[in-house]
């Protein structure tokens, strides 16, 4: 298992380590100080009403001696419960879609989720529903082989749809708890896209059910603020239980989680550390917020 502390070590260095510098310049917080901080709250990328959230709730705070506590617990209340999946719950098969802009690591962290599902004794199936990109399906059977996770695809071009239809059929005769289903993120027009998406959704529900079929949607922590306003018009017609947020390794702005929570009112369910399969992580909130505040 990896070090989650060590993963957040850009935006420890970039966001936490130069805030409790402020923090430690004196006893009191000067206004200049509580200038700093703001300007450092949103340079995180947490967002301006969570930063307006911790500046009200700093400026009745007069001693600096427990800023601790303070970044804890008011980075704790913005993340509030994380309502993850229950991986015990009994309806199966559960159909995933996973969704969001190119290039964000869809296919990357479905073979992650695979893995992850599987470790915890899961039967797994993973659908190449992308079927627009060449390569996007080579990319996950590279996968499906190293995991030994069963894939179903058909040729580029293809309908995606109907690969969800036959990977959900496949999910309920083989008694498997969960297919992955991969999409594109990128066709000729959005529009084209999201109706692409909504017609998965559809057919997945006609195999599987209602209650049965959901999706993540991915987000790259690279991207910052500007993947929010995208990421709502994905979520648009489609259920999405959580957000897979990806590269949190590479970023220095991990504040970007908060402003998630704040502005989709989604929760953060897994969290991407690393190109390997074994880094991610379902998303705690106070282990997250202990690793990025720690020593
Ligand atoms: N550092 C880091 N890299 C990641 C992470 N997740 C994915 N990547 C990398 O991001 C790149 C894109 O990942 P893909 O999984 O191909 O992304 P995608 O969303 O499927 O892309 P398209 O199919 O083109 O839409 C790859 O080089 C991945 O290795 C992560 O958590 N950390
Ligand atoms: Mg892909």
Same mark, same amino acid.
């Given at each position: 298992?990896?070090?989650?502390?060590?993963?957040?070590?850009?935006?420890?260095?970039?966001?936490?380590?130069?805030?409790?510098?402020?923090? =430690?310049?004196?006893?009191?917080?000067?206004?200049?100080? =509580?200038?700093?901080?703001?300007?450092?709250?949103?340079?995180?990328?947490?967002?301006?009403?969570?930063?307006?959230?911790?500046?009200?709730?700093?400026?009745?705070?007069?001693?600096?001696?427990?800023?601790?506590?303070?970044?804890?617990?008011?980075?704790?209340?913005?993340?509030?419960?994380?309502?993850?999946?229950?991986?015990?719950?009994?309806?199966?098969?559960?159909?995933?879609?996973?969704?969001?802009?190119?290039?964000?690591?869809?296919?990357?962290?479905?073979?992650?989720?695979?893995?992850?599902?599987?470790?915890?004794?899961?039967?797994?199936?993973?659908?190449?529903?992308?079927?627009?990109?060449?390569?996007? =399906?080579?990319?996950?059977?590279?996968?499906? =082989?190293?995991?030994?996770?069963?894939?179903?695809?058909?040729?580029?071009?293809?309908?995606?749809?109907?690969?969800?239809?036959?990977?959900?059929?496949?999910?309920?005769?083989?008694?498997?708890?969960?297919?992955?289903?991969?999409?594109?993120?990128?066709?000729?027009?959005?529009?084209?896209?999201?109706?692409?998406?909504?017609?998965?959704?559809?057919?997945?529900?006609?195999?599987?059910?209602?209650?049965?079929?959901?999706?993540?949607?991915?987000?790259?922590?690279?991207?910052?603020?500007?993947?929010?306003?995208?990421?709502?018009?994905?979520?648009?017609?489609?259920?999405?239980?959580?957000?897979?947020?990806?590269?949190?390794?590479?970023?220095?702005?991990?504040?970007?989680?908060?402003?998630?929570?704040?502005?989709?009112?989604?929760?953060?369910?897994?969290?991407?550390?690393?190109?390997?399969?074994?880094?991610?992580?379902?998303?705690?909130?106070?282990?997250?917020?202990?690793?990025?505040?720690?020593?």
């Amino acid at each position: 298992m990896f070090n989650l502390k060590t993963r957040l070590k850009k935006t420890r260095d970039g966001f936490v380590s130069p805030l409790r510098r402020v923090f =430690q310049r004196g006893a009191h917080l000067t206004l200049e100080d =509580q200038d700093a901080i703001e300007e450092l709250l949103i340079g995180s990328d947490m967002g301006v009403d969570a930063c307006d959230r911790i500046m009200d709730a700093l400026k009745e705070q007069r001693e600096t001696s427990d800023y601790q506590d303070f970044l804890r617990r008011e980075f704790l209340e913005l993340l509030i419960e994380n309502n993850g999946e229950d991986i015990n719950a009994s309806a199966t098969p559960r159909a995933i879609i996973v969704i969001g802009v190119n290039g964000v690591g869809k296919t990357t962290s479905i073979a992650k989720l695979g893995n992850y599902y599987k470790k915890n004794g899961k039967k797994v199936i993973l659908a190449a529903g992308d079927t627009f990109r060449a390569a996007a =399906q080579d990319q996950l059977g590279l996968w499906a =082989q190293r995991l030994d996770i069963e894939l179903i695809g058909h040729k580029q071009g293809g309908d995606p749809a109907a690969v969800a239809f036959d990977a959900c059929t496949a999910a309920k005769s083989r008694d498997a708890d969960y297919v992955i289903i991969d999409t594109a993120g990128r066709l000729h027009t959005r529009v084209n896209l999201m109706e692409e998406l909504r017609k998965i959704h559809r057919v997945c529900i006609k195999v599987l059910g209602d209650d049965s079929v959901y999706a993540y949607l991915t987000l790259d922590a690279t991207l910052g603020q500007n993947s929010l306003h995208q990421a709502k018009e994905f979520t648009r017609g489609i259920p999405t239980r959580g957000i897979i947020l990806t590269k949190l390794d590479s970023t220095a702005k991990g504040g970007i989680v908060i402003a998630i929570r704040q502005a989709l009112g989604i929760p953060v369910s897994f969290i991407g550390v690393g190109e390997g399969v074994d880094d991610f992580a379902p998303f705690d909130p106070a282990e997250f917020v202990d690793a990025l505040l720690s020593m």
